[in-house]
């Protein structure tokens, strides 16, 4: 009798630490839930901008890994664009902005306009400065760009804006440094030299948990245990 007690003992024992390890578990799934939510407002928006020897510019992002509803909670994917989108199942969003920006290149004129050094017609001209006739067009035009103004008064028009883009998005492993671990990153390239990222976002979606993987299923399977293990204990 005593060897019987002795066993169920121990079985309470072992099935007790069973539930005290799942609640824990839920608790510190709920906890990292909670620190990944709150740390996304600065990693989400966090990316490195570089020039690769190809001329390249490239903006890399470490992957955020969340599931569906976190990624909605934290804004990274909007519900009704993916209803719009017809989207059942998302894997992997990647938000950018950028802008284009072309400084500092010379334009030539289509047709070469006349060129007055001194318009006699009026007596407090600046001699010093060349004038030309209006309407005239102006271009500029390379691989990336192509751009056509009419030069008027009192109103300059453009009359041609035209920016080719070359973009692609990678999802993979990358390096980062000697003895150090990979990361899981998100790296937007573009050919065109004009185009700057200020702004980028990425979530992946992870695999939803099965029905046993939930806390709900643990905390079920801690009850459960919990029941059996009394039932023991006072049985005779």
């Known amino acids: 009798m005593k060897i019987n007690l002795n066993i169920r003992l121990w079985v309470v024992l072992v099935l007790v630490g069973v539930i005290l390890a799942l609640l824990y578990a839920s608790g510190s799934s709920f906890k990292r839930h909670r620190a990944t939510i709150s740390a996304l407002d600065t990693e989400s928006t966090t990316f490195e901008s570089y020039r690769l020897k190809t001329q390249e510019k490239a903006s890399v992002q470490a992957a955020i890994i969340l599931n569906l509803d976190d990624a909605i909670a934290a804004s990274l994917l909007e519900q009704d664009r993916l209803k719009e989108l017809g989207i059942k199942r998302v894997e992997v969003n990647v938000a950018l902005k950028t802008r284009i920006e072309v400084l500092e290149k010379e334009a030539e004129f289509v047709v070469p306009p006349t060129v007055l050094y001194r318009d006699t017609s009026y007596n407090d001209v600046d001699t010093t400065l060349k004038y030309i006739r209006v309407p005239s067009t102006i271009k500029y035009v390379d691989e990336w760009a192509k751009l056509y103004a009419t030069v008027d008064f009192p109103v300059s028009t453009f009359d041609t804006i035209i920016f080719w883009s070359a973009p692609e998005i990678t999802l993979g492993w990358q390096k980062q440094g000697f003895m150090k671990r990979k990361q899981r990153s998100v790296i937007y390239t573009n050919e ?15 695999e939803p948990k099965k029905w046993w993987q939930t806390d709900v299923a643990k905390v079920s399977a801690g009850v459960i245990i919990f029941e059996v293990a009394r039932n023991l204990l006072i049985s005779k």
């Open 192 to 206: 065109n030299p004009y185009v700057i990222v200020t702004d980028m976002k990425n979530v992946i979606i992870e």
